[in-house]
Nanobody, 124 residues
């Protein structure tokens, strides 16, 4: 069973930054597979934040985070990152990383494995 573990969340003032990390359990690599970040605010559905399909140079971002968030992979360490800058109160949510058994994933349902989430709270 693939396990993903997120870390790096916390309480930060508006305008601040955080770097979220996502580590995969031993034996599982992100190399060759689609990866993504999602978030869920209280009372709302889980929403897409960013994704990168294997073999594609470009990463896709939600309009609400474009220019502020950056998804990256460290294939050597087998860690997925989400750098989040210029945080806003509306970014407050639980953030989840996910990966697929496929190289390409374009919907939430296409991701097979999810982490437990890390809380990001932005104060105004």
């Amino acid at each position: 069973q693939v396990q993903l573990v997120e870390s790096g969340g916390g309480l930060v003032q508006a305008g601040g930054s955080l770097r979220l990390s996502c580590a995969a359990s031993s034996g599982r690599t992100f190399k060759g597979f689609a990866v993504g970040w999602f978030r869920q605010a209280p009372g709302k559905d889980r929403e897409f934040v960013a994704r990168n399909n294997w073999g594609q140079f470009l990463t896709t971002y939600a309009d609400s985070v474009k220019g502020r968030f950056t998804l990256s992979r460290d294939n050597a360490k087998n860690i997925l990152y989400l750098q989040i800058n210029s945080l806003k109160p509306e970014d407050t949510a639980i953030y989840y990383c996910a990966t697929s058994d496929s190289a390409v994933a374009r919907s939430l349902e296409a991701y097979n494995y999810w982490g437990q989430g890390t809380q990001v709270t932005v104060s105004s």
